[in-house]
């Protein structure tokens, strides 16, 4: 399964391309499968319709945990490191993280869930939120992760989405020096829920918390009822594993849907490829570091499924890169002697920012592999990265891809493939990418750039999008027809390397996080006195990008009332969404530029943002070009 040299790189290319189905049979044969597929692929992009391995029966928790018992059992599977230097952290070995995973699985069961059940699980990043999110997987429900960040209206949306039956949860988290509520905002969400019959409320901070009699019970309690035997429930490849929201560039957030085979699959090559992750039996087996939270994709598909399906050591990490100072990263690779560090451009720029102070007494001579994901990466911090952290002796894998992809598509294979600072390179064998125009047609060669489309599935493709397939559809196969469409801008240069240069749609992205300009727009509508309000993005030194906000008011305010009534639109904001979607800067206008036919020229508002206001280019077909003055002329 693993490629050791270019020209093996090639050659798989190669395979994967002539025969899809021939190369990906033979890597799903590593795994333990309870029945084999009776076909490979069976796909059009039209519906779409995309299964994989159809026919087989597996469980992804066997093969994440029981299948290593016999030749890892005393490896450690998860090392926790605390938010808190000073509390203890936790290693859990491969026959422990097995034992409390079926613990967890058999207190779902108490608790009424059964196979197909949706369990949301909103936890802060300690063993117990991998342990909940297996525990699911063992026994056949579909885990919908919320982010630790999101306020109680976002996790009432998802749960009702989604409809859940239970939810898991903590009574608070730790992050840097604040302690955040999490059961206090779950209580709120529940509100509006009515499908939730069940909350399991972990202890972590233990701050009180309302405990309601026949809804909310605590795990602790929960798990001295239950036994560590729990046999695995046998799931179809094409069973949904999960949900996860991700936004987009209209209305509310999708779930995205991945399914059991496909995903387990395409998580454990991708993981055992770009990092290039070798764990022999009977040896330290090297401890991968990725910093992402499991709220999000990166840690489902690289902190929890991948490395575990591998046999992997992975490090979880409860706090922030710089709490209780700007030197902590460097502390955990240097205190858990961490060989792979798979890591944001926002967390690279902010902690540059710090200078070399905080690296320069720390031991990063463990380090094999450096990662970057979740945005483009330029070039000034992948230099800084290489010099500094790598000190010129580790690849950096620079992987693009996406929530709906489930694993990277297009990224260095460290060590192998020759890296340029700011480009993922080239795709990994099995993915396609083409490069096309606004109206869908290839560009062809080198040198050249376009939209980001994807033509042949790979194993870890979304299925659907939860409850509303043709949202998918629409969404992601009906802008280029028998294309699967991403999002993104790309261009590739003379050699045929990859560079993603950005969203092209109205998605932004804020320190690695998605967020729509439609969510945010609608967050901000909802404050009293906002009467309209267009969101943009523009750049942003640490953040990669930041959010600009233009918002007509009912009454144009004062400059005393303007800066009230913008702490209050951020408190609305984050009452909505949560902090992540808070503008940066909010500039009151008396109008905004539209169309006769009633569109905002949001590249108008890109450029003042941007602060390009020197070319705005053709504004004649605007109904009032004298809005764009006003609004250039108080510009932030
Ligand atoms: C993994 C993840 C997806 C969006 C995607 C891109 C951007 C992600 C890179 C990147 C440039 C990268 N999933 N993106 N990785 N852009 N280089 N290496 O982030 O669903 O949350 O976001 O993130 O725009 O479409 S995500």
Redesign the pocket.
Known sequence: MRIQTYDQYQAAYQKSVEDPEAFWAEIAQEFQWRKPWTKTLQWNFEEPSIKWFVGGKLNITENCLDRHLATRGDQPALIWEPNDPAETGVTLTYRMLHEQVCRMANVLKRNGVVKGDRVCIYMPMVPELAIAVLACARIGAIHSVVFGGFSAQSIADRINDAQCKLIITADGSYRGNKEISLKGTVDDALIGCPTVERVIVMTRTRTPVAMLKGRDVWMEQELKHVTSDCPAVEMDAEDMLFILY?SGSTGKPKGVVHTCGGYMVYTAYTFQNVFQYEAPVGERAPVHFCTADIG???GHSYIVYGPLACGATTLLFEGVPTWPDAGRMWDVVDKHQVNVLYTAPTAIRSLMGFGLDPVKDKDLSSLKVLG??????NEEAWHWYDDNIGKNRCPIV???????TGGILISPLAGITHTKPSY?TLPLPGVQPILVDENGKEIEGNGVSGNLCIKFPWPGIIRTTYGDHERCRQTYFATYPGLYF???GCLRDEDGYYR?T??VDDVL?VS???IGTAEVENAINMHTGVVESAVVGYPHDIKGQGIYAYVIADQFPDDHDADLTKRDILATVSRVIGPIAKPDKIQFVSGLPKTRSGKIMRRILRKIAEGDTGNLGDTSTLLDPAVVDEIKAGAL
Not at 372 to 377: A, D, K, L, M, T
Not at 398 to 404: G, L, P, S, V, Y
């Open positions: 991700t999000w994709i990166t970057s994901v979740g945005e483009p990466i620079d992987t693009w891809w996406q929530t709906e993922a991403t999002g993104d993603i950005g969203r992205n690695g996080h998605r």
